[in-house]
């Protein structure tokens, strides 16, 4: 049974940094499309970064961009997301996802991710 187990999130002032992680079983994080979401109290769930079987960070959402690293640890098959710089509006829960289709990784559509973890607390205080 493919599970998804986010960690990592935390309360920090703004202009701290965390890092989460989310522990994969069944699926490899190198062999699929694996994404960052976050939803916000009263708002709809926004992709954050995502990458696939190339290996890249291939998309960033632009609110993040240069700020946070998506990144992955095969050896733990381990999705990482850093997160520095923080500011308020980053506040909400995180969510890892992943898709078994590797085409157009984009975590523009969560529709598209088959599977989901139940997501870590992030909460940035100005």
């Known amino acids: 049974q493919v599970q998804l187990v986010e960690s990592g999130g935390a309360s920090v002032q703004a202009g701290g940094s965390l890092t989460l992680s989310c522990a994969v079983s069944v699926l490899r994080v190198s062999r699929n499309c694996m994404a960052w979401f976050r939803q916000a109290p009263g708002k709809e769930r926004e992709g954050v970064a995502s990458?696939?079987?190339?290996?890249?960070?291939?998309w960033y959402a632009d609110s993040v961009k240069g700020r946070f690293t998506i990144s992955r640890s095969d050896a733990n098959n381990t999705v990482l997301l850093q997160m520095d710089s923080l500011k308020p509006e980053d506040n909400g829960m995180y969510y890892c996802?992943?898709?078994?289709?590797?085409?157009?990784?984009?975590?523009?559509?969560?529709?598209?991710?088959?599977?989901w973890g139940q997501g870590t607390q992030v909460t940035v205080s100005s």
């Open positions: 990458f696939s079987i190339l290996g890249l960070p291939l």
């Open positions: 996802a992943a898709d078994r289709q590797i085409v157009s990784c984009i975590a523009e559509d969560s529709s598209r991710f088959e599977y």
